[in-house]
């Protein structure tokens, strides 16, 4: 679970980033974070990582609190929380394959387990047949495929999704956004952060919008109109 209340966030030089944030999503949910430039979506996400502390108010993200945690379980928090950065971070060094197999050995895992799961997450986003080509060698929909393998692959409870369809065109977004809905279907907690109005309508998911720092809406995107009358 995530869960914000009455954050606020300043830094050093500036406005508050956020200014009294509260929301909550609990496990198993898909939820589109919006709100325009500047409004504090990656704030948000540097706060759910324990890159950054609140300023005042509580963060709770799957069991830790983000403002008593200690450095030591800053690692720990981060296992439960996959990140599909923007600008994928991927290493054109490195294979398909030992792009995701790094992300497993960098937390101690055995290259056995290695063997079995670097598969298993390349064929759940449809790459198993490209395990030996390098990044650079890809379109940008299979580098963003690659870039939520690698953010699967240590089995997070939960992954969060910085503009995934951000450089994509409508077709190739909507295949990262039904990837992104299949897994959640498998168990993961979604958060996507997006700007794409149509693309966060055509799925009629929860919605949270923010804007100057605060929540300023919750719900489905679908209209509803609560007051009519029979
Ligand atoms: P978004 O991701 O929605 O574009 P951000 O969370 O990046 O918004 O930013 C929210 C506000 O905080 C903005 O006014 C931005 O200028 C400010 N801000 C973000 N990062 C920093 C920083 N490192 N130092 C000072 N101000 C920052």
Excluded: W
């Excluded at 609990?26 to 300023?55: A, C």
Aim: negative net charge; hydrophobic residues 40%; charged residues 25%.
């Amino acid at each position: 679970m995530i869960q914000f209340v009455d954050v606020v966030k300043s830094y050093e030089q500036g406005n508050n980033a956020l200014n009294g944030a509260t929301l909550q999503v609990e496990d198993g949910e898909f939820v589109f974070l919006i709100g325009p430039s500047g409004s504090g979506k990656s704030t948000i996400i540097r706060l759910i990582t324990g890159e950054l502390k609140p300023t005042s108010g509580t963060v709770h993200v799957n069991g830790y609190n983000l403002e008593r945690i200690r450095k030591r379980e800053i690692p720990y928090l981060r296992r439960t929380v996959g990140v599909v950065f923007q600008d994928f971070r991927l290493i054109n060094k490195m294979t398909v394959y030992e792009n995701v197999a790094f992300a497993m050995r960098v937390v101690g895992a055995r290259e056995k387990e290695i063997r079995e799961r670097v598969p298993y997450v390349l064929e759940l986003v449809g790459l198993e047949s490209k395990m030996d080509r390098h990044p650079n060698e890809m379109s940008g929909g299979e580098q963003q495929r690659l870039a939520i393998a690698r953010a699967l692959v240590n089995n997070p409870s939960t992954i969060i999704a910085d503009e995934p369809t951000g450089n994509l065109d409508p077709e190739r977004s909507f295949e990262i956004m039904a990837l992104l809905q299949e897994i959640n279907n498998l168990g993961t907690t979604v958060l996507v952060v997006s700007h794409d109005q149509n693309l966060v309508e055509l799925f009629g998911k929860r919605v949270i919008a923010i804007d100057e720092g605060v929540v300023v809406s919750d719900g489905l995107e679908e209209e509803e109109d609560i007051y009519e009358t029979e």
